[in-house]
T-cell receptor, first 113, second 108 residues
Framework: SAVISQKPSRDICQRGTSLTIQCQVD?????MFWYRQQPGQSLTLIAT?????????ESGFVIDKFPISRPNLTFSTLTVSNMSPEDSSIYLC??????????FGPGTRLTVL | RKEVEQDPGPFNVPEGATVAFNCTYS??????FFWYRQDCRKEPKLLMS???SGNEDGRFTAQLNRASQYISLLIRDSKLSDSATYLC?????????FGDGTTLTVKP
């Protein structure tokens, strides 16, 4: 199984600012995923990040709001831009195993004031 | 209709009880199925994959019924440490869809 780290683990931000979350995997993976989990709810996929190509965004999420970088096979970043209180959530990155199982980072807990 | 539906619970059971969680999915082309466990304020962690023939891992048994598009998780001899939210996950075409989770509380 992959070991995934994220930073920051939590942050409190002012509305209108941006935050970049970093995700590091301990092995090379083709696909990385970014999810959002709001309090008391399940995970919602934001986008899939493939190395060497543009990220693929799910319905309701756009690149201008959530730009993603994937510079190599072990690293990705997600930026939450022009934040509002509605962006307060836990943001999780993950990678996929050979049997389609997913391994998650510990999450970034974001609070926007 | 949601792609993956679970009974939200909560399930409150005494130690030693047997508890079963159900999950239905809408896409008949779904390829892989999993149960994850998520503890409070932690990330989801893979509990077990679900195979067509059914599979068991200690006190946990997972079943898949493709005809009915139904997945189940059975926990026998519940422990206090089993208290968590259990997420049903269905994978298709490179994408995993998570259920909303079923919350289990095991009480002494």
């Amino acid at each position: 199984s992959a070991v995934i780290s994220q930073k920051p683990s939590r942050d409190i931000c002012q509305r209108g600012t941006s935050l970049t979350i970093q995700c590091q995997v301990d092995s090379q993976v083709t696909m990385m995923f970014w999810y959002r989990q709001q309090p008391g709810q399940s995970l919602t996929l934001i986008a899939t990040a493939n190395q060497g190509s543009e990220a693929t965004y799910e319905s309701g999420f756009v690149i201008d709001k959530f730009p993603i970088s994937r510079p190599n096979l072990t690293f990705s970043t997600l930026t939450v831009s022009n934040m509002s209180p509605e962006d307060s959530s836990i943001y999780l990155c993950s990678s996929k195993g050979i049997y389609n199982e997913q391994f998650f980072g510990p999450g970034t807990r974001l609070t926007v004031l | 209709r949601k792609e993956v539906e679970q009974d939200p619970g909560p399930f409150n059971v005494p130690e030693g009880a047997t508890v079963a969680f159900n999950c239905t999915y809408s896409n008949s082309a779904s390829q892989s199925f999993f149960w994850y466990r998520q503890d409070c304020r932690k990330e989801p962690k893979l509990l077990m994959s679900v195979y067509s023939s059914g599979n068991e891992d200690g006190r946990f048994t997972a079943q898949l019924n493709r005809a009915s598009q139904y997945i189940s998780l059975l926990i026998r001899d519940s422990k206090l440490s089993d208290s968590a939210t259990y997420l049903c996950v269905v994978h298709n075409a490179g994408k995993s869809t998570f259920g909303d989770g079923t919350t289990l509380t095991v009480k002494p």
